[in-house]
């Protein structure tokens, strides 16, 4: 994480309390945000258009508010879709990359240990970067092809829901014994790729430290993967 001085970490408060209104501007009206906030109509306007800032005690008092569990939850939990076909649809989330990095933040003090974070690709990779981002360390992406012949993996294979059987790749140098690794997907339905995911970590010697899934079915369960779950349906 970011190490801030006293001003630093005003100065950010204070644009991420703008960059938040923003965000929520888009769902709400000024008359709406007020009655949330108990901020003026017009000031909060002046903040949404960048006429002026919020002073740090009116920034702070924004972000709290904000970052309220119950509020933020809700928020999001709203913009999830579901369709016949079992797919299921986090994409609105990342139209929101504030408010999501406040979600996230709530949700990563177990994992305050990691090294490394993996992302598998393809959905996964988004939020797997702002968990990369909020804790400061390096991403790495697991993928469904090797991208060159020139370059060493670990392989793990994934039987597919229709019986077809495939394989990811994790490359060699990006991974190291001493590694803590911790896993970030989109979605988890049956639990099958994130367990096949922790298999390639353990195969290139690294330590899972836990798995962080934005979606899952409830009812899901993991055998020796520390999970944290945002959201289940």
């Given amino acids: 994480m970011i190490h801030d001085t006293n001003k630093d970490k005003d100065l950010r408060d204070r644009l991420l309390a703008v960059d938040l209104l923003r965000e929520l501007k888009v769902s709400y009206t000024y008359k709406e945000l007020s009655k949330m906030l108990g901020l003026q109509e017009s000031l909060l306007c002046r903040y949404v258009n960048g006429t002026t800032i919020p002073s740090e005690q009116q920034a702070r008092d924004l972000i709290n508010k904000v970052a309220n569990k119950g509020f933020v939850?809700?928020?999001?939990?709203?913009?999830?879709?579901?369709?016949?076909?079992?797919?299921?649809d986090t994409s609105e989330l990342l139209h929101f990359p504030s408010m999501l990095k406040?979600?996230?933040?709530?949700?990563?003090?177990?994992?305050?240990?990691?090294?490394?974070?993996?992302?598998?690709?393809?959905?996964?990779?988004?939020?797997?970067?702002?968990?990369?981002?909020?804790?400061?360390?390096?991403?790495?992406?697991?993928?469904?092809?090797?991208?060159?012949?020139?370059?060493?993996?670990?392989?793990?294979?994934?039987?597919?829901?229709?019986?077809?059987?495939?394989?990811?790749?994790?490359r060699k140098d990006f991974i190291s014994k001493t590694d803590k690794?911790?896993?970030?997907?989109?979605?988890?339905?049956?639990?099958?790729?994130?367990?096949?995911?922790?298999?390639?970590?353990?195969?290139?010697?690294a330590t899972v430290l836990g798995a962080l899934v934005i979606v899952a079915k409830k009812g899901i369960s993991i055998n020796d993967i520390p999970l944290e779950v945002v959201f289940e349906l």
């Avoid at 939850?73 to 299921?88: L, M, N, P, V």
């Fill in 73 to 88: 939850s809700k928020f999001f939990y709203t913009r999830i879709r579901t369709f016949s076909d079992s797919f299921i």
């Fill in 102 to 170: 406040i979600l996230l933040e709530n949700r990563l003090s177990r994992f305050l240990e990691a090294d490394k974070v993996i992302g598998v690709a393809s959905n996964g990779i988004p939020f797997a970067t702002i968990v990369s981002i909020i804790l400061g360390k390096p991403l790495i992406v697991v993928k469904k092809h090797k991208d060159s012949i020139h370059l060493s993996y670990v392989e793990e294979s994934i039987k597919e829901s229709d019986g077809v059987v495939s394989s990811i790749y994790l």
């Fill in 181 to 205: 690794i911790l896993i970030v997907d989109d979605v988890m339905r049956t639990g099958k790729t994130l367990i096949t995911t922790a298999n390639l970590v353990k195969k290139g010697g």
